[in-house]
């Protein structure tokens, strides 16, 4: 089973589809699925308000777990640039995303704060954000995707050093359960000279305080 975790390394896991292209269900029995929930809630998917809604969900989840289909480390990999000596700190603050916790298939939205220390080669934001797209758009838990972004950048990039915040809301806990509003949930990844040095945690810390 080449896809199972037992068999992979944890660099596959990390942006791998995890379900055979081989294995993969069609789009009918998708919607089929789509309509087995609505009827599961209580309501009929032949009405007409509901006739278009499985092929809509199903089109949707395409969009939202576009991740499984993108290899950040490939994408990272063919853009460093020389720095030309910028050795100061990089930061990426206040990225949106949107996610799905993989306990209910709830959203989870909230933001992303990026930074690393360059050692020689520097990165285009554009890639830092699609860093985070290709991680979040998956079934996740909040400390799973921290840790990947922070590694994933961490192992291609190889600066001196990276640190990753996610601030988010998890609507699995505002919508159900223990219903409660306004909570959020914050994660943090420090790599390298950010874990090691505090003064360089702090500067980064103060950068991503300093926004409201
Ligand atoms: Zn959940």
Redesign the pocket.
């Known amino acids: 089973m080449e896809f199972t975790e037992s068999a992979a390394t944890s660099r596959d896991i990390r942006w791998r589809k995890q379900v055979r292209d081989d294995q993969r269900p069609t789009r009918a029995e998708a919607e089929a699925a789509v309509r087995t929930l609505i009827r599961w809630a209580g309501d009929d998917p032949d009405r007409e308000g509901l006739a278009e809604t499985p092929a809509r969900v199903v089109r949707a989840y395409e969009e939202w777990f576009s991740g499984y289909a993108t290899d950040p480390e490939e994408f990272l990999r063919r853009t460093f640039e020389e720095t030309d000596g910028y050795d100061e700190m990089v930061v990426l603050r206040d990225i949106r995303f949107e996610s799905f916790?993989e306990?209910?298939i709830?959203p989870i939205i909230g933001r992303a704060h990026v930074a690393y220390l360059p050692d020689r080669r520097v990165i285009g934001i554009s890639k830092l954000a699609r860093l985070i797209e290709a991680y979040s758009r998956r079934l996740q838990i909040q400390e799973k995707m921290t840790a990947q972004i922070a590694n994933t950048l961490n192992e291609v990039l190889m600066p001196k050093g990276v640190a990753v915040v996610i601030e988010a809301t998890?609507h699995?806990?505002t919508t159900r359960g223990v219903h409660k509003s306004g909570v959020s949930m914050v994660t943090s990844q420090m790599l390298g000279s950010f874990r090691t040095d505090p003064s360089t945690r702090r500067e980064f810390l103060s950068i991503i305080g300093e926004r409201s």
């Open positions: 916790c306990h209910h709830a998890h699995c806990m």
